[in-house]
């Protein structure tokens, strides 16, 4: 099973600030089946972005992923107060795996 | 508008049984992949099961394989998630998730929450 870790565990980081999450694979991923969520406290994961770099519907462009094989990246250009949330970033490579997230709070 | 909407979970002792079941609305069910994932109390997501179109492929997380069943009938737009031989470590809230585009998660219910204990 790949296994997918995410660094920081936790950033803090102030409103309009670049944000840049990070998730390695131990080993290599299609970046085709690569995905990133968001969870805001009490509400269910929204879909980002799919196939490593593609914004799901609705998202906005401050949002945008890349990266292939084993290192993969968001990056939130400029963070919104709604950004505020913890991101998850999941592979199929076989089977489903997520990473075991990364909290982006307010500094 | 794409609506997934989890049944009521609930209390269930160690050892015991409970069906989750999922309608789908907004969307033709049998054109989609459909997911269970759980997230345990202040935990991350953790993929649970899988089915097909049809139902003729599924599959499971280790954790869960003999003992959970997913199902779907598409002529009522229904999802299951048949739970047997429930542990205390099966305590989640347990998501209804349609697969999107190259195998992402692309819609959620809103989550059931479901407590095994004494």
């Known amino acids: 099973e790949i296994v997918l870790t995410q660094s920081p565990g936790t950033l803090s980081s102030s409103p309009g600030e670049r944000a840049t999450l990070s998730c390695r694979a131990s080993?290599?991923?299609?970046?085709?089946?690569l995905a990133w969520y968001q969870q805001r406290p009490g509400q269910a994961p929204r879909l980002l972005i799919y196939?490593?770099?593609s914004r799901a519907t609705g998202i906005p462009d401050r949002f945008s992923g890349s990266g292939s094989e084993t290192d993969f990246t968001l990056t939130i250009s400029r963070l919104e107060p709604e950004d505020f949330a913890v991101y998850y970033c999941?592979?199929?490579?076989?089977?489903?795996?997520f990473g075991q997230g990364t909290k982006v709070e307010i500094k | 508008e794409v609506q997934l909407v989890e049944s009521e979970g609930g209390l269930v002792q160690p050892g015991g049984s409970l069906r989750l079941s999922c309608a789908a609305s907004?969307?033709?069910?049998?054109?989609?992949?459909m997911h269970w994932v759980r997230q345990a109390p202040g935990k991350g997501l953790v993929w649970v099961s899988f089915?097909?179109?049809?139902?003729?492929?599924?599959n499971y997380a280790d954790s869960v394989k003999g003992r959970f069943t997913i199902s779907r009938d598409n002529a009522k737009n229904t999802l299951y998630l048949q739970m047997n031989s429930l542990r205390a470590e099966d305590t989640a809230v347990y998501y209804c998730?349609?697969?999107?585009?190259?195998?992402?998660?692309?819609?959620w219910g809103q989550g059931t929450l479901v407590t095994v204990s004494s």
């Open positions: 998730v349609r697969g999107g585009a190259l195998r992402s998660l692309d819609y």
């Open positions: 907004g969307f033709t069910l049998s054109n989609y992949w």
């Open positions: 089915i097909n179109y049809d139902g003729s492929t599924t």
């Open positions: 080993q290599s991923v299609s970046s085709s089946y």
């Open positions: 196939g490593a770099s």
């Open positions: 999941q592979q199929n490579t076989g089977s489903w795996t």
